[in-house]
């Protein structure tokens, strides 16, 4: 049950697809006479799904055979949850995925039953290019070629797709869009996908670094299915004749699906943190009155908060200084919510557990108030962060975090009965 959650949490941001069932490759001829143009070459795009990992959507290249009547799907986004090295992988940021070819009809199938959107655009290209396209498909799928390690960002079955039609078009597609400012920095397009879920929308947000914070391209921007999807309604490449023709011939909607839409405008959720950090701020208040009045009832209490936040927030810390610090997941890296979430709060857990038992209060430095000192490093740690972002190359858009965590650190520091000391003598 355990390695579920901790899957469940890491799938999240990493993206991780399920393998297909092996199966006959369907009837594509690659040495066919291309005067009657018997390919057609379409682009699938399946919309978001229930599962974390398929919140952000899938995509994948489909060829269609008029004289075989065979119709292949080829996904570059292939991965076995089976693997004996699938954890090692997964936290080492080494995890390969595959390239593979099945039946279209079959594979299509499957997502109109999962409940996602699913359309098919098929490309306006010459006999030439779709050989071509084939031929570089069945390359990418042969057992020798097929396995590559994913990238979220860089590397997955969006951006190799993206890569062919630049290769498709001679480069134009490219041209277009290599260099061209994107609406959204990387983080704020993934954003877009998980704004219905509150944890997990924090949870990813929390767990990437600074480095995907600087304006993007438009061409990097595509590594999420749903932007190629957009940047190619419109597009149009001159053909080798000189012709320039659209590359979208025609659009079909094989299934709409009743989920959540990504957002068109990265919406931000620190208000939301915000009141959530203030709700539990305001609670931990009530518990501090009632711990003053001597009541046991506050003191177990309170303990018991203490060492729950040490557990979520110390543990958090801890698989996010292993990601930042150790792994191949470069997203993670540079990541100044270490500040204040960090495996210094793991310390959190055994105080709490000896404040609500009533235990070392007769101690030199009690429990208690080595968790207020604990809290006030959590405290600068966020005041840190905060500053540290204007100076240049620092910028990291972690407000959410720091919203969340800002209350809650300062009602359990010494902050509050600093104040009211002031407050007493000025009386």
Not at 112 to 117: F, I, Q
Not at 276 to 285: E, K, M, P, V, Y
Not at 293 to 322: D, E, N, P, Q, V
Not at 373 to 394: E, N, T, Y
Request: hydrophobic residues 45%; charged residues 20%; proline residues 6%.
């Amino acid at each position: 049950m355990i390695r579920r959650y901790i899957l469940a949490a890491l799938v999240l941001f990493l993206g991780v697809l399920p393998r297909l069932p092996s199966q006959e490759f369907p009837a594509l001829d690659l040495d066919q006479n291309l005067e009657n143009d018997p390919l057609t070459v379409k682009l699938a795009f399946f919309g978001p799904g229930k599962e974390l990992y398929s919140w952000w959507g899938h995509m994948g290249l489909v060829i269609e055979d008029s004289k075989t009547g065979g119709a292949a799907i080829f996904d570059y986004g292939v991965f076995s949850f089976e693997s004996e090295s699938f954890f090692r992988n997964l936290l080492t940021g080494k995890l390969l995925y595959s390239c593979q070819e099945s039946t279209a009809e079959w594979n299509i199938h499957r997502y109109v039953s999962a409940g996602r959107d699913v359309r098919l655009y098929t490309l306006d290209l010459s006999p030439e290019i779709k050989k071509r396209i084939l031929l570089q498909a069945r390359w990418d799928t042969a057992p020798e070629n097929r396995d590559y390690y994913y990238h979220f960002f860089k590397d997955n079955c969006a951006t190799r797709t993206r890569d062919i039609l630049a290769m498709a078009t001679e480069g134009a597609f490219f041209q277009e869009y290599g260099e061209a400012p994107g609406r959204y920095t990387l983080r704020q397009q993934g954003l877009r996908y998980t704004w219905f879920s509150p944890f997990f929308d924090w949870l990813l947000d929390f767990a990437m670094g600074r480095d995907i914070d600087t304006p993007a391209t438009v061409w990097e921007e595509m590594y999420l299915p749903l932007e190629i999807e957009r940047n190619i309604r419109d597009f149009t490449y001159p053909d080798p004749g000189g012709t320039i023709r659209p590359l979208v011939l025609s659009v079909e909607t094989v299934h709409t699906a009743d989920r959540p839409a990504p957002l068109v405008v990265p919406k931000e959720q620190w208000p939301r943190a915000l009141l959530a950090g203030t709700g539990t701020a305001l609670a931990l208040i009530l518990l501090g009155l009632l711990r003053k009045s001597r009541s046991t009832a506050g003191r177990i209490l309170m303990g018991t908060f203490h060492a729950a936040a040490g557990f979520f927030f110390g543990i958090l810390g801890s698989i996010l200084f292993y990601l930042s610090l150790f792994s191949m997941h470069d997203y993670t890296w540079h990541n100044i919510n270490l500040f204040f979430i960090n495996p210094l709060l793991l310390a959190a857990i055994p105080l709490g557990i000896l404040l609500a038992a009533g235990r070392g209060q007769g101690w030199k430095i009690s429990p208690e108030k080595m968790l207020k000192g604990l809290w006030s490093l959590i405290l600068l740690g966020i005041l840190l962060a905060a500053g540290i972002k204007i100076i240049p190359g620092f910028y990291q858009h972690n407000r959410t975090s720091e919203a969340l965590v800002l209350p809650i650190a300062l009602v359990l520091s010494p902050v509050p009965g600093w104040l009211r000391k002031r407050i007493q003598k000025k009386r």
